[in-house]
């Protein structure tokens, strides 16, 4: 199994400029969550999802949007890319969101906007 | 709201053991878990306490008190490999994500 695999691996984006953060688990998980990072920070859920066709805001939704039409598939998207949109991007997944459960991660995706 | 608190950063020699401790506010606790990054990597799983008590893994142990609020993550004969980023994190009930700490960078110097 690859696990959870994220594309691209860095993007420069200008402002304005709007991009889709790739996220792909082949793990059979219910689960999916997307998270940013920024510097010497803890992560932060933007958006996760319990299901295909299922999709619910985290911490800090504002400026991006998700889907989900497949099991394995939660893409990302940034319409209006903008400075504070600078950070790294990590998406997740876990089995079935059980209280205690383990939460796979993928390698990240570094973005800059300028 | 939550809110974890872990010290930013601790620096330890090899072969020693080092305490990371994660203090936690938070409603409806659930349970904590410790998680691993090394530089431009992702966060991987090392271990979770959904009681009190002492949870091992190897070199690795991790501890809960409810009745504190409190955790740690214990690490024995540190390796070099272990210079990396730990994060507590707090799974709460009626939630369907976990609320991650700021983390703490371990140093193990030779």
């Known amino acids: 199994n690859a696990g959870v695999t994220q594309t691209p691996k860095f993007r420069i984006l200008k402002i304005g400029q709007s991009m889709t953060l790739q996220c792909t688990q082949d793990?059979?998980?219910?689960?999916m969550y997307w998270y940013r990072q920024d510097p010497g920070m803890g992560l932060k859920l933007i958006y996760y999802?319990?299901?295909?066709?299922?999709?619910d805001k985290g911490e800090v939704p504002n400026g991006y949007n998700v889907s989900r039409s497949t099991t394995e598939d939660f893409p990302l998207r940034l319409e209006l890319a903008a400075p504070s949109q600078t950070s790294v991007y990590f998406c997740?997944?876990?089995?079935?969101?059980?209280?205690?459960?383990?939460?796979?991660f993928g390698p990240g995706t570094r973005l800059l906007v300028l | 709201g939550q809110s974890l608190e872990q010290p930013s950063e601790v620096t330890a020699v090899e072969g020693a053991i080092v305490q990371i401790n994660c203090t936690y506010q938070?409603?409806?606790?659930?349970?904590l878990s410790w998680y691993q990054q090394h530089d431009g990597g992702a966060p991987t799983f090392l271990s979770y306490n959904g009681l009190d008590g002492l949870e091992e893994t190897g070199r690795f142990s991790s501890f809960l008190s409810r009745s504190d609020s409190y955790g740690y993550l214990l690490l024995q004969e540190l390796q070099m490999k272990d210079s990396a980023s730990y994060f507590c994190a707090v799974h709460q009930t009626g939630a369907n994500n976990l609320f991650f700490g700021t983390g703490t960078r371990l140093t193990v110097i030779p």
């Open positions: 997740a997944s876990s089995h079935r969101g059980a209280l205690g459960e383990t939460q796979y």
């Open positions: 793990m059979n998980h219910n689960y």
């Open positions: 938070t409603s409806g606790f659930y349970g």
């Open positions: 999802s319990v299901g295909a066709g299922i999709t």
